[in-house]
Every structure is written in C-alpha cells, then in structure tokens.
C-alpha cells in the first residue's frame, strides 16, 4: 500500500514563500515519478508541478513557472515544493501525486495520492 504524506502548508502574506515537502512510502514505489496537483474553491484540480525520482525532468503548470521550483528529497520518494512570491490566486489544497513516471504524473495517469494540505494566501 503507497502512503504520500504532505507537511509545510499553511497561511501567509501575498510575496512571502512555503515550503511543501511530500513523503512516500510502500512498496508500490519504485523510482516513480512525483509531483503537485491544486484545487482552490471552486476550480477545477488542476497540475502544479512533476519531477522524476533522480531529480531531472522538472515540468511546471504555466500558473506557476519561474515561482516555484520542484525538487526531489535527499530520502527515497520524497518531492519539495519552494513556493515563492505567492499570491492569492495560488490558495488552494495542495495535493502529492506519485505515479509510474513523471509523464503519468503530469497526465494525471494511475496515480497514488496524498490527503491534501491547506495553502491560504491573503492579505
């Protein structure tokens, strides 16, 4: 059974910067591909951002390319998103995907989820 944990939401200013960090687990895993999915209210779950489990072959939604910067972790299956220069737009439950490849991540193909984690921007 896979098991994707989030940690790092929470509330902040427009401009100011969170960290998200996702952990895998189980034995499903292996090398996958690992990403980002968002639903704010009201809008439709939408794709963040997808890497691949060496750390190559980022891909960002156009949303927020050249804000956030996706990375894998030092321990196995583990995705960092750096948020930076938030604006309200970007409140939303952020959500970890893992799947075969980063493609499948990015084409929301078979993936495992996580629970979700709150992100609010405001002023």
């Known amino acids: 059974q896979v098991q994707l944990v989030e940690s790092g939401g929470g509330s902040v200013q427009p401009g100011d910067s969170l960290r998200l960090s996702c952990v895998g687990s189980g034995r499903a895993l292996s090398r996958p591909g690992m990403g980002w999915f968002r639903q704010a209210p009201g809008k439709p779950h939408e794709f963040v951002a997808a890497i691949a489990w060496h750390g190559y072959g980022a891909q960002y939604s156009r949303a927020v390319g050249g804000r956030f910067t996706i990375s894998t972790g030092s321990a196995e299956n583990t995705v960092i998103l750096q948020m930076n220069n938030l604006s309200t737009e970007d409140t939303a439950v952020y959500y970890c995907?893992?799947?075969?490849?980063?493609?499948?991540?990015?084409?929301?193909?078979?993936?495992?989820w996580g629970q979700g984690i709150q992100v609010t921007v405001s002023s």
């Open positions: 995907a893992a799947g075969k490849t980063v493609a499948d991540v990015r084409n929301n193909v078979t993936l495992y």
